[in-house]
């Protein structure tokens, strides 16, 4: 049995720092505060719960369900249906529908895979959580999206990264189960990150090289760039200045107990120089071999960063024997990101 975590897109110290930041107005420091509460309970319930999954061996569908819930600014999941979310009149709901298909179709037209599950599970999302809710969040069973403060965080469905990165976090768990904590954990925000960026570049069809590989850029409000801020986390700079959550970018600078979001900077730099040097698009070649290391029987939950580096080269030699510039590729980014010898 797989494991499940209640996996957010901020993490709570960068929420921490924002509610403490007395240049902010007081609302925007509660919506911080109120949002690291609500989260704590989030992994609270969750770690009560049997870790379990909805993975079954019987195909529900050949493309997911899509479902769409309104929380109206309450806390109780999954709040009331919305009928027809594609065509609602609430611009969150048919961004929020609109886009998770789309992020089943990439995973299917790019991976050959039906849902998070690979058994067409449906994927179900709830949207205006909270008041002034600050992080997007899989559950271990769905999405869930907060409106924002309006300030630092906008609606969290407006940037298609974020949707790409929590539907990912579905696929971790029902192929490695990647455990949430330590370098496991790490990975699991990683390989995230580096599908919600693939996804985004597959729906503008960019290539790595034109790609500006930044997460959560569209969720930045006024106050947050005002500050400088452009993005949550840059996967080709993690240590920018322009980071609302900077991250080291090699292991000689990894954080021991650090947060989880805070570690994923080093393999997500790793991916980004593989994709660069291979050229053309990143999903292609690299996003491939890293689909591959996620789903190999291989893979085991509390793989470190050097196993899940060693098993990307195994698989780049395994998929491309006749092209050695990927496996070349993926090595010198381990090899740069000094996960690798």
């Known amino acids: 049995m797989k494991s499940s975590c209640t996996c957010s897109l901020v993490p709570e110290h960068v929420l921490e720092k924002l509610s403490a930041d007395t240049s902010l107005p007081p609302r925007v420091r ?44 309450s806390q109780t999941l999954p709040g009331a249906p919305i009928p027809s979310p594609t065509v609602s009149d609430d611009a969150t ?21 039906n849902s998070v599950d690979d058994h067409g599970a449906t994927l179900a999302s709830s949207i205006h959580y909270g008041n002034s809710y600050n992080n997007a969040m899989w559950n271990g069973h769905q999405m869930i999206y907060g409106d924002g403060d309006g300030q630092i965080f906008l609606d969290f469905t407006a940037s298609n990264d ?10 971790t768990q029902h192929t490695a189960g990647l455990i949430y904590s330590g370098e496991s954990g790490a990975l699991n925000e990683s390989i995230s990150d580096c599908f919600g960026s693939m996804f985004r570049q597959w729906q503008a069809n960019q290539t ?43 292991y000689a600078h990894y954080v021991p107990g650090g947060d989880v979001h805070t570690n994923s900077g080093i393999p997500n730099r790793a991916f980004c120089l593989a994709a660069k040097a291979c050229g ?40 491309y024997p006749m092209d050695g510039t990927v496996q070349a590729a993926v090595v010198s980014a381990w090899n740069t990101t000094r996960v690798l010898p």
């Open 30 to 73: 509660l919506a911080c505060t109120e949002t690291v509460k609500a989260d704590r309970g989030f992994r609270k319930v969750r770690t009560a719960q049997k870790d379990a999954t909805f993975a079954g061996t019987v195909t529900l569908a050949v493309t997911p369900t899509i479902l769409v819930y309104d929380e109206r600014h």
């Open 93 to 113: 709901a048919k961004r929020c529908a609109l886009e998770t298909a789309a992020v089943a179709s990439f995973y299917q037209a790019v991976f050959g895979r």
């Open 162 to 171: 974020v949707i790409g990165h929590e539907l990912t976090h579905g696929v």
């Open 208 to 250: 790595s090289a034109t790609a500006d590989w930044l997460i959560g850029a569209s969720i930045m409000g006024p106050a947050a760039v005002a500050k400088g801020y452009t993005c949550l986390r840059d996967m080709a700079s993690p240590g920018a200045t322009h980071c609302l959550s900077p991250q080291p970018g090699d």
């Open 280 to 319: 053309g698009n990143s999903w292609t070649k690299v996003g491939k071999v890293w689909y591959g290391a996620l789903t190999s029987p291989k893979a085991t939950p509390g793989m470190g960063f050097k196993k899940f580096a060693a098993l990307t080269v195994a698989i780049a030699k395994s998929l």
